[in-house]
């Protein structure tokens, strides 16, 4: 008995194969699959058996324990983590505790984040999540898309999405949409007929459709060649969950930050216990519990908390203008970058072709306002000095609707499309000059039709207007021409027409009229029209997002470059970036095909001088980042199509389009924009400034604070006074200047200038020339002042006790009154008003309230050995506590005087 191909026992694995190379016949015999039956459902589930569901790889989320055990993975956390287990081994409860309160809270808030923005962001149904319809057991039948398999023959019409990637077997005017894979903005005609070249890129491969592009117009049937990882958007999927993903910034400098914090603090603590061991003959347990509680108070275990908390503060207000963060550390990360690659389609760009000029044949110029398928705006006519005829542009937009498949419907006060984007562009246009579809056919109906087709490039209708026959058409200029009553002279200024308007970046569609015998059979005029009158040329485009021009001019001033790249012809890339001041000339353009031939190295010395790169595939958009990062660029990249996202997870910052991004982009992403706004990006820019900031505030905080409680225990035991302050003592100083302190100053709000500074070079630590100059200024005046007091009070003969109780205290105020001077490295605290920030306030007011709590209360003065001061002390103290602000306020304004002078 015959076996036909369809029921084959054979089920091994097609060999690989390059589809858009073979022929539809060569396509099914290699797939074992028959034209007019399909495949049987025995031998569907089968395949689906061996090959697995057509869906795309999706990570699986992460248990909300394992993204809480995640927040522990910090060397300064390893270090608090020891310095725990130290405490809790010699019996130090409190210490122990504290520490673990700390990491825990920590770590509940970075969870708690992260588990917060995957809710926020998920959106992920998946883009092969469709229905299509199947040809099996020679019955079609509509399935979900999940079910379907390699061999399958399946059907595709106008609005449909490709549900795998298909090898066309028959196209009927087949126009396809791609955008989200190859960056075109332009559907593009497809003809399974074609046979392409073993190296044509993905754009190119007209006689295959890819899973998760768009039909917009024509009919065809396809062959199913992949699925699943298997198809294109799969196999990027698949490149961006390999792809290593960048560092954010501010991971970088904390981990340094962190390590350098651990070996000083240490070390520290090691030499003032073998000295005080060695030479002044403390006891080694004595001097052991000091040493671990030195480092308790000068390891800044509040950096952590005082870190998340800036940047979930941030992630909040980033949220509210419309930037949704996916990990914390992004928030800084923007702010951190040098470099931002934008896609241009989508990005950019609004995705919506837009008519924009008409140069009708009687010579005038009319443009068209408002941008996308909303019929908002108007045409107004350009003050050239021709003669304005109101008749001859109503003429042309008549056509433009006649000729037409397209809907566009108002529903329930919104506007509803369908068809194809040049179509919804004209029907647009024409309803801002007041001319409707539907009355236009209902006065001239429609008899026949010639449906665009890539051969023919034009489209025409043929209708009954006032009892003759009148022919409308729309096409490719030339070929518009070539039918239109033309002497030499008119076409040649047609042509320099078009060739203007295409140096402008439009896509330039022709609009012609005629005359037919209206009692023709109307299946004889289904040929070339001829003898027309040429109407107008219509100019479209796809229009920049509101107020993208203004971000990127934000940008450059925020020392940031913006770069364009995409998937479009370079003469459109162009246009669009010098309208938005990205490029001004074609010296500032590479193609893919140059980034292809150019060595890692050559394309790293180009980052310098190119703006736009066109025609690019993913695998060289991801070349792109990772030599801009090589050039010492921290790189934010952003996006809405698959084609975007192994660059996105490449990029130190990755920012997906949150509404018309697609699932891979926004799963690669590190943040997501819930507006689809490029002009986001800029807030985000300035919250991450502000993060940062802030953190740096704390750091130096604890920084100098560190410094100065190692500096007088270390001097005070290096000339052998007796320990200046207890274990217990330092335990408590860390409690009540750490704890709350420096969580304040995380909820700093902007000063309005973070976006007139360039951005941090990539290279420059956290703990740079500044903070140095200004912790260790502030460190060394606080120990002096400190060891000063000490000093004075043991030769006055006032008690050991009695001067521990004034150091302690004036500790405490010094270090809140850091606090204050903490809130900006440049500006004077005298003009940032503390009503911008309660909660640092109130920190500093409780801070102060619990160590005068604990020196009236008995319980604790026996605890911490402290008492109420003397009227003198409390005279004295706080006067020297001032003294830091007006030290730091005096080298702020010498910082600035040097500045302005330079």
């Known amino acids: 008995m015959d076996v036909s191909p369809a029921t084959a026992p054979d089920r091994q694995r097609p060999p690989p194969t390059a589809w858009h190379t073979v022929s539809p016949e060569q ?15 025995a031998e569907a589930a089968a395949r689906l058996r061996r090959d697995g569901p057509n869906l795309l790889p999706a990570p699986r989320p992460a248990h909300p324990v394992i993204v809480f055990l995640r927040q522990f993975r910090s060397p300064l956390v390893y270090v608090l983590l020891a310095a725990a287990v130290l405490s809790l081994g010699l019996r130090h409860l409190t210490d122990a505790g504290f520490i673990g309160f700390v990491l825990v809270v920590n770590a509940l808030l970075g969870a708690w984040q992260e588990l917060q923005a995957e809710r926020q962001s998920a959106n992920l149904q998946g883009l092969l999540r469709v229905r299509a319809t199947v040809l099996r057991d020679a019955v079609a039948r509509e399935i979900d898309a999940s079910q379907l398999v390699c061999g399958d023959i399946v059907a595709l019409a106008s609005g449909d999405r490709v549900p795998a990637d298909l090898r066309l077997r028959e196209t009927q005017g087949l126009a396809v949409d791609a955008s989200m894979l190859t960056g075109e ?61 960048g560092k954010p910034p501010l991971t970088v400098r904390m981990e340094r930050f962190s390590h350098a914090v651990a070996i000083v603090v240490l070390s520290a603590a090691v030499l003032i216990g073998l000295v005080a061991v060695l030479v002044h003959h403390q006891s080694i347990f004595t001097m052991f519990t000091f040493g671990v509680a ?32 996916r990990q914390l550390p992004a928030v800084e990360g923007l702010g951190s970058c040098s470099l931002v690659a934008s896609d241009k389609t989508g990005t950019l760009t609004c995705n919506e072709l837009t008519a924009v000029e008409l140069r009708l044949d009687d010579g005038t110029r009319w443009q068209a306002t408002g941008a996308g398928y909303r019929p908002v705006g108007e045409i107004r006519r350009v003050d050239d000095g021709a003669k304005a005829d109101a008749s001859t542009l109503a003429a042309a937009l008549h056509i433009a609707v006649a000729c037409n498949e397209a809907e566009l419907l108002a529903v329930d006060g919104a506007w509803r499309t369908r068809g194809d984007p040049t179509d919804l562009a004209l029907l647009v246009l024409a309803a801002k000059a007041g001319i409707n579809r539907d009355h236009v056919l209902a006065q001239w109906p429609a008899v026949a039709q010639i449906a665009y087709e890539p051969e023919r490039r034009f489209a025409a209708s043929f209708h009954r207007r006032d009892g003759s026959g009148w022919v409308a058409v729309k096409g490719a200029p030339e070929r518009v021409f070539d039918m239109c009553a033309l002497d030499a002279a008119q076409r040649t200024l047609l042509e320099r027409d078009v060739n203007a308007m295409a140096q402008l970046g439009q896509r330039v569609l022709a609009l012609a009229e005629g005359k037919f015998d209206a009692g023709s059979d109307p299946a004889s005029l289904c040929i070339d029209p001829v003898g027309l009158r040429f109407r107008a040329l219509v100019g479209l485009i796809d229009p920049l997002r509101e107020g993208a021009a203004a971000a990127v001019r934000q940008c450059h001033e925020a020392g940031i470059r913006v770069v364009m790249v995409t998937g479009d012809h370079p003469l459109t890339a162009l246009a669009i970036a010098g309208e938005l001041g990205i490029a001004a000339g074609p010296d500032e353009v590479m193609r893919g095909s140059q980034v292809q031939l150019a060595s890692p190295a050559q394309l790293s010395e180009a980052i310098g001088g190119i703006r736009v790169f066109a025609r690019v595939t993913p695998e060289q958009k991801l070349a792109i980042v990772e030599a801009a990062q090589s050039a010492g660029h921290f790189v934010a990249v952003t996006g809405d199509g698959v084609n975007d996202a192994p660059a996105l997870r490449r990029a130190n910052i990755g920012v997906a389009m949150g509404r018309s991004g697609t699932d891979v982009a926004r799963d690669a992403a590190d943040l997501v924009l819930s507006d689809d706004n490029f002009t986001t990006i800029v807030a985000g820019v300035e919250e991450g400034r502000i993060a940062y900031r802030n953190i740096r505030n704390v750091v130096y905080l604890l920084t100098a604070a560190g410094i100065a409680e190692v500096v007088t225990v270390g001097v005070a035991v290096l000339a052998g006074l007796p320990l200046p302050l207890l274990p217990v003592q330092l335990l408590w ?22 976006l007139l500074a360039p951005p941090r070079p990539s290279h420059e630590p956290i703990f740079n020339r500044l903070m140095i100059q200004r912790g260790v200024l502030a460190g060394l005046w606080m120990s002096a002042l400190g060891l000063a007091l000490y000093v004075w009070m043991l030769h006055s003969g006032r008690p050991l006790d ?53 020196m009236y209360l008995p319980w604790l003065q026996g605890v911490l050995a402290v008492a109420p001061p003397s009227v003198f002390d409390w005279l004295l103290l706080p006067a020297l506590a001032v003294s830091l602000l007006v030290l730091m306020e005096t080298q702020k304004y010498w910082r600035r005087s040097r500045a302005q002078s330079a």
Do not use: K, W, Y
């Open 733 to 754: 100083l860390n409690l009540v200047t750490n704890g709350v302190q420096d969580v304040g100053l995380a909820f700093e709000r902007g000063t309005g200038d973070e």
């Open 294 to 325: 030195l480092a308790v108070s000068a390891i800044p275990e509040g950096l952590p908390v005082a870190v998340t908390v800036a940047l979930a503060i941030a992630a909040r207000r980033m949220a509210s203008r419309g930037a949704i963060v």
């Open 802 to 854: 009695e001067a521990r109780n004034a150091l302690l205290l004036l500790m405490v105020l010094l270090q809140n009154v850091d606090a204050i001077n903490a809130r900006s490295e440049t500006i004077s605290v005298l003009r940032l008003p503390l009503r911008n920030n309660p909660v640092l306030l109130a920190g500093v007011a409780v801070a102060l309230g619990l160590h005068v709590a604990a």
């Open 185 to 245: 903005s332009v559907p593009v005609a497809h003809d399974a007929a074609l046979v392409c070249e073993e190296t044509a890129a993905v754009a190119d491969r007209t006689n295959c459709a890819f899973a998760g592009t768009l039909v917009v117009r024509g009919r065809a049937q396809g062959v199913v060649v992949a699925t699943g990882p298997g198809t294109e958007v799969g196999r990027i999927a698949s490149r961006t969950t390999g792809t290593a993903a």
């Open 27 to 41: 396509a099914m015999n290699i797939l074992q699959t028959d034209a007019a039956r399909g495949l049987s459902e």
